[in-house]
Structure formats: C-alpha cells, structure tokens
C-alpha cells in the first residue's frame, strides 16, 4: 500500500479503529474493596513450639466473604481460612457508611431527614439462604430513633456488599 493510499484509509477508518480500539482495550477492574474488621497478635502451637502470629480478620465487599489470614512474625502467611458464621460484629467504619447509605437513601433519607431521626445499633443481620441478607452479605441493622430519643420509628437494614438498602422496614421475625 502506497503511503497516500494509507493515509487515506486511515483517515476513512480513523473514528472506527479509536471505537475497536476502546472496545478491545482492556479494562481496568475496580479496586479490591476489603477491611480488616479485627486484628490481634497471638501465638499458636506448631510441631510441640509456640510460634507468634499475627492475625486479620478481612471482608472482601466484592465477593462477599469473610476470611481469617494469620502469618508469622516475618509476614509468611501460616493459614487462611474463610468465615461461614459468627461473623465479627461491625465496625465503626463499617457502622458509618451504613450511615451515609441509608441518609443518601432517597425513601429512608427522607424519613431521616424530615424526622431528624438519629441512627443508632450497628447490629450485624445474618439471614438464611437466598434471602436479603443471607449468604454474602455484610448487612448492618439500625435503629432510627426519634428526635430526642423519643422512641424508635424504625429499623432500617443496609448490605455493605449491595451498598444498599435491603429493608427499609424490618421487623424480626421474633418480635410481635
């Protein structure tokens, strides 16, 4: 192909190559989304000798699960090991975007905002199965008291992992 020819074909390809371009680009994924909810530093018997470890407590938002990683004091990993139940309790981090979630929430926000409800709790919900709250969720319960703490108008349950509101109104199945 003769240099203008080129030029022309470039020219006349040039908006379709960019598209393919972008098209076939590859993508960047979204950054990991993790937090430590716990860490301690303990020690462990291993062949008859104690050894020290240090252990995290991690969420991945993304995947929905929690795990245990502990290594040693040079920072090998020793064990990891994902957490099906008896999750730690939430965060205080985790409790306020819970928080920002429910007030940018465009029904629950308005309750919050025309009530000057004050959000408190922080309870973590765990559901069975398929339900809002069930397997790989990180749900947070609040409770939205009334001005003055005058009683409770409702309590509202937010999944960490949605980034959303999932009731907007719950009532445990073992209240009246």
Same mark, same amino acid.
């Given at each position: 192909?003769?240099g203008? !020819?080129?030029v022309a074909v470039?020219?006349?390809?040039?908006?379709?190559?960019?598209?393919?371009?972008?098209?076939?680009?590859?993508q960047r994924d979204a950054p990991?989304?993790?937090r430590v909810l716990?860490?301690?530093d303990?020690?462990?018997?291993?062949?008859g000798r104690?050894v020290?470890r240090?252990?995290?407590i991690?969420?991945d938002y993304r995947?929905?699960?929690?795990w245990?990683h502990?290594?040693?004091?040079?920072?090998?990993?020793?064990s990891?090991?994902?957490l099906?139940?008896?999750?730690p !309790?939430?965060?205080l981090?985790?409790?306020a975007?819970?928080?920002?979630?429910?007030r940018?929430?465009?029904?629950v926000?308005?309750v919050?905002?025309?009530?000057?409800?004050?959000p408190e709790?922080g309870f973590?919900l765990?559901?069975?199965?398929?339900?809002?709250?069930g397997?790989?969720?990180?749900?947070?319960?609040?409770?939205l008291?009334?001005?003055?703490?005058?009683g409770?108008l409702?309590?509202?349950?937010?999944?960490?992992? !949605?980034?959303?509101?999932v009731?907007?109104?719950y009532?445990?199945?073992d209240?009246?």
């Amino acid at each position: 192909m003769t240099g203008a !020819r080129f030029v022309a074909v470039a020219v006349a390809l040039g908006p379709w190559l960019a598209l393919a371009q972008t098209q076939v680009a590859p993508q960047r994924d979204a950054p990991p989304r993790t937090r430590v909810l716990r860490s301690w530093d303990d020690t462990i018997k291993r062949d008859g000798r104690d050894v020290a470890r240090h252990v995290n407590i991690v969420f991945d938002y993304r995947a929905g699960e929690a795990w245990e990683h502990a290594f040693d004091q040079s920072g090998r990993p020793l064990s990891s090991r994902r957490l099906t139940s008896n999750l730690p !309790r939430p965060t205080l981090e985790e409790i306020a975007e819970a928080i920002a979630i429910v007030r940018a929430d465009p029904v629950v926000g308005r309750v919050v905002q025309r009530t000057n409800a004050r959000p408190e709790g922080g309870f973590l919900l765990e559901e069975e199965g398929s339900r809002a709250c069930g397997v790989r969720t990180r749900c947070i319960q609040l409770l939205l008291m009334a001005e003055g703490s005058m009683g409770l108008l409702r309590r509202t349950v937010v999944d960490l992992v !949605r980034r959303g509101v999932v009731y907007q109104s719950y009532v445990p199945k073992d209240l009246p």
